[in-house]
């Protein structure tokens, strides 16, 4: 056989198409017609790049059932969503590469009935005109914190961002040393505050800064004494730092606002779960700041956005910023950190339907009763791995409590000829893509972050990639 009858081989993109196989798949017919085209013009080039040793090779792989095949794993790798949902064992709960917060099935159906309809964003029932979107969660935040005024941007980035560029365009923003952080992805606080057109002015040293080195450093040109929480790293040993109370008297002293970025926006004291002394919002604002940054999808688990609290003066100019249209947020978002707040009133209710607040809260004896289920789960599946029930430790992540671990339970899966490398895989590139970690050459499961509903998924997933030899 010869190259020139192997082109002959090749079907027509039609004949593919009218395929039943092809048919049934639930792509449109562009994607269709562009992957069919795509696999046909692979094997085109196979064609015309290969040697007289591979044309018989190559001409038995040129058929309709192959072509079939390839059509479809291209249309599935190119054209499905790549966003796709994941099984969180890592025991990290607030895990930035793995979406961070998570939402409440119970909140689904009032999220859903915003957004699938027609709502009152940016409209007044009562008064029959337009209104503002801030208006409905705002009021909430009020309540919870009481504080005279609340805005809300896209992240905490962006609040920082609109509170610098709103009072410290093209003046000074006085910060520690200390606490130039960078927040994660290679984004500084140094970087924000340039992009925001503040000038940067470092007093102190990386592990001592006192209330001294701010009034030293304020002149004329002086908008904003900052400070910032460092919530993704911590410094021990001979360090001292200014507090909010002794921060907000110089500002009063100087009339000059005050400004926190707290961070992770933590609500309940964590100390009570055997966690570190994490600064709550509510300490924040009773210590006078006038004005506190903070994220709605770390502690205080709901979705990304960032939240300004504070002096209502303060607020009323940044609305009026005409960089706030940039920053804003969706309805969906609104929606969602509204139901997110609202459970907050019932602290009970909090802790179990704030999935971020419930995954902290877990007792151990909660742990080791689901890590017994899962087991179970797994024990009754014909499949070879093995299945123990250890103890483990899980962080809450997100760049928050860093370095602090807290008691969990882990299940550890092992298998006749399967390293620990090679379960962390299969289970990965599975279709329920669950994420494990790898300690001391095992590879585990933590329990904290596992949700119940996905037991039965996860030991099926097991079954299918381990089958019993």
């Avoid at 059509?71 to 790549?82: A, G, K, T």
């Avoid at 009754?380 to 483990?392: A, L, P």
Wanted: aromatic letters at 6%; charged letters at 30%.
């Amino acid at each position: 056989m010869q190259k020139k009858d192997l082109f002959k081989k090749i079907p027509q993109v039609e004949e593919i198409l009218k395929n039943s196989r092809i048919e049934e798949l639930d792509y449109s017919r562009t994607l269709k017609t562009k992957a069919t085209r795509e696999v046909l013009e692979d094997i085109r080039n196979k064609i015309i790049h290969c040697n007289e040793d591979e044309v018989e090779k190559l001409s038995t792989e040129i058929n309709d059932e192959n072509i079939i095949i390839k059509v479809e794993e291209r249309l599935y790798r190119e054209f499905s969503p790549s966003l796709l949902k994941v099984i969180n064992g890592t025991g990290t709960i607030l895990h930035t590469n793995l979406g961070r917060s998570l939402l409440d099935d119970s909140i689904k159906e009032d999220i859903w009935n915003i957004i699938s309809s027609y709502s009152n964003l940016e409209y007044d029932i009562a008064e029959g005109k337009r209104g503002s979107r801030y208006s409905h969660v705002t009021k909430m935040i009020k309540l919870l914190f009481g504080v005279e005024d609340a805005l809300i941007v896209n992240n905490n980035a962006a609040a920082v961002f609109l509170v610098l560029n709103t009072f410290a365009k093209d003046k000074e923003a006085i910060v520690s040393r200390g606490e130039l952080v960078e927040v994660g992805g290679a984004f500084r606080i140094p970087s924000v505050m340039a992009m925001s057109g503040a000038n940067l002015v470092e007093v102190g040293s990386t592990n001592k800064t006192r209330v001294e080195d701010y009034e030293e450093a304020i002149t004329e040109e002086t908008a904003v004494l900052m400070k910032v929480h460092t919530s993704n790293y911590k410094l021990i040993g001979f360090t001292d730092a200014v507090s909010n109370k002794e921060l907000k008297e110089l500002g009063d002293k100087y009339d000059i606002p005050v400004m926190e970025d707290l961070g992770s926006g933590v609500y309940f004291n964590m100390e009570e779960y055997g966690l570190p002394h994490e600064p709550t919002i509510s300490e924040s604002i009773k210590s006078g700041i006038d004005l506190i940054t903070f994220s709605g999808d770390k502690l205080l688990g709901g979705p990304q956005a960032g939240i300004i609290v504070g002096k209502k003066e303060y607020i009323d100019k940044m609305k009026k910023n005409q960089i706030l249209r940039a920053l804003r947020v969706d309805k969906f978002t609104l929606a969602a950190l509204e139901c997110t707040i609202r459970m907050y009133f019932d602290e009970e209710k909090a802790k179990k339907h704030i999935p971020t607040i419930r995954m902290i809260t877990l007792t151990p004896e909660e742990l080791f009763e689901r890590a017994e289920v899962l087991k179970e789960k797994i024990d009754g599946r014909d499949t070879r791995i093995n299945v123990y029930i250890e103890d483990g430790k899980s962080t809450v992540g997100g760049g928050s409590m860093p370095g602090e671990e807290f008691d969990s339970k882990v299940i550890v899966l092992t298998g006749d000829g399967l390293t620990a490398d090679k379960i962390e895989e299969t289970l990965r590139l599975s279709s329920s893509h669950i994420i494990g970690r790898i300690k001391d050459d095992k590879y585990m499961l933590d329990l904290r972050t596992l949700n119940d509903k996905d037991f039965d998924r996860i030991a099926e997933e097991i079954e299918n990639c381990f089958p019993r030899r």
